[in-house]
């Protein structure tokens, strides 16, 4: 509203502190982060390839890219895990969440609302049923964390 002649807003406390938090989650420069993702996508690739689809999510879920200016490495990261998704069959996708820790089904849940909420780019079919098997193996918990956590992929 223009009547406003004070940004209240700025003076939120919890505001200023989620600003601070968001400005400093990566330490390391978009071409070094860039450099990191296609590094790790040779590795997913080649685990895809041998049939090692727990290897490969677990190498494409490690250590994804959070902070200010990494929207291309958070786009091809996000990218990686979703030609992994896609390379799954279905009836291995539960053994697959099984062999991940909380943190990557965590970070996995990520994902696939990354790619809900992009469905010319992801086949929604195929991260609904990932969903529902992360639900099964996490809980409500997982989802629960996942939209209360402020790093977003």
């Known amino acids: 509203m223009a009547h406003r002649k004070l940004a209240i807003d700025a003076l939120d406390a919890e505001h200023q502190q989620m600003t601070e938090q968001l400005q400093f989650l990566s330490t390391r420069s978009a071409s070094e982060v860039g450099a990191m ?10 685990a895809i390839t041998r049939g090692s689809s727990v290897e490969a999510l677990e190498r494409a879920l490690a250590d994804p890219p959070y902070g200010r200016g990494l929207e291309q490495a958070q786009a091809a990261n996000a990218q990686l895990v979703g030609e992994v998704l896609m390379a799954t069959r279905a ?14 089904r965590d970070a996995l849940l990520k994902y696939v609302y990354h790619g809900l909420a992009r469905p010319a780019a992801f086949n929604c079919g195929v991260l609904l049923s990932w969903h529902e098997r992360v639900v099964e193996a996490g809980g409500l918990g ?8 402020r790093r977003t992929v």
């Open 142 to 149: 997982s989802i629960v964390r996942v939209l209360s956590d």
């Open 91 to 104: 009836q291995d996708i539960a053994g697959v969440i099984a062999g991940l820790s909380e943190d990557d």
């Open 37 to 46: 993702v296609e590094q790790k996508a040779g590795a997913v690739r080649a």
